[in-house]
């Protein structure tokens, strides 16, 4: 059975004061060589890890930072979540990560845990739609970063792009190309159905559908995958409309789309355009190569972290609403 030990019992085994081992241990420099070689002696043969949430009170710095995924599955996130423990490490901040699911009574519960740590920042990938986790948040007075997404009303401060201006945008793209029978594949989640709806809204300005009408659509739970693609893909050619395009709402579906339209011999980009969203690694190594919207992920993570570090040590932010907007990556598959 593991001991805990207290800063009082170090004090004790090596026979200084308990303010002479905090001192070792928070500036060593300020203790003699012999008494901090005492003093880390028995820290090192007991194990002792002092309470960071102790020292943090003191000094009211956890000097950590918790980050709120919808899924800890999903490579789209993985970029922002590194740009930012990278940040955050080189200022010398510990990142917690947290997944909500889709879910926001989940959400609501995790953040109710993370802001009993009270930790420096928190970031959120997303807008905070539920009003009792927006109202705790705000009464917590922590510093809130929502990211992958806008609004004009943010908690605090955001770093993201427009959901709806993709959509309007992949269509637009589409249309130009020559396209006139797209469809949609996308994750049952907020930013996926604000995407459609900016898709569904330019296709009927370009003539694309008919006022009250909507054009084909398929929505998988998410987070998204490879078979909910294949799936997709099989559902949306067994109806009467016919389509000769599909955006997908992440690169993997868009890869399950790929290989389901060549197991059935259908030409891409002839038959059956494709544009999927991420720019993931994979994406430029597909056959044919795949057209897809790029979210600048790092830009995200290191935004963020930079408000949460300033926003700590005092500094105005002064531009707390950043939209880093978003690229279509025209390859192969349209």
Not at 59 to 88: C, D, H, M, W, Y
Not at 147 to 165: A, H, K, Q, R, Y
Not at 263 to 291: C, Y
Request: charged share 20%; with cysteine.
């Amino acid at each position: 059975m593991s001991h805990h030990f207290t800063v009082h019992d170090i004090a004790r085994m090596a026979g200084v004061s308990a303010m002479t081992v905090s001192r070792a241990l928070n500036h060593p420099t300020q203790v003699s060589p012999a008494t901090l070689e005492k003093v880390m002696v028995v820290v090192r043969s007991t194990g002792f890890v002092p309470n960071g949430m102790a020292g943090g009170l003191r000094s009211s710095k956890a000097r950590l930072v918790a980050a709120v995924l919808p899924t800890l599955t999903g490579p789209v996130f993985q970029e922002t979540i590194q740009a930012l423990n990278q940040a955050l490490d080189a200022q010398g901040y510990q990142l917690m990560v947290g997944q909500s699911g889709y879910d926001s009574a989940r959400e609501d519960a995790l953040l109710d845990a993370i802001i009993r740590r009270r930790p420096d920042g928190i970031v959120l990938t997303g807008i905070m739609r539920s009003p009792a986790g927006r109202k705790q948040l705000l009464a917590a007075g922590i510093p809130v970063v929502e990211t992958w997404d806008l609004t004009p009303t943010p908690i605090d401060m955001l770093v993201g792009f427009s959901n709806e201006d993709i959509g309007a945008a992949v269509c637009a793209y589409l249309h130009q190309r020559g396209y006139r029978r797209p469809a949609l594949i996308c994750g049952d989640d907020e930013r996926a159905r604000r995407r459609n709806s900016g898709f569904q809204r330019m296709a009927r300005s370009l003539g694309l559908t008919q006022e009250g009408q909507d054009l084909p659509l398929v929505l998988t739970p998410p987070p998204t995958t490879l078979g909910a693609g294949r799936s997709g893909l099989a559902e949306l050619l067994a109806r009467p409309e016919g389509i000769d395009a599909v955006f997908c709402s992440s690169d993997m579906l868009a890869l399950g789309v790929l290989i389901e339209a060549q197991a059935r011999g259908l030409a891409v980009p002839g038959q059956v355009a494709i544009v999927g969203l991420g720019d993931l690694g994979l994406a430029a190594s597909l056959h044919p190569a795949l057209t897809t919207v790029r979210i600048d992920g790092t830009r995200i993570g290191q935004t963020a972290a930079q408000y949460i570090v300033d926003r700590a040590d005092g500094r105005p932010i002064a531009e707390p609403i950043v939209d880093i907007g978003f690229s279509i990556v025209a390859r192969g598959t349209a």
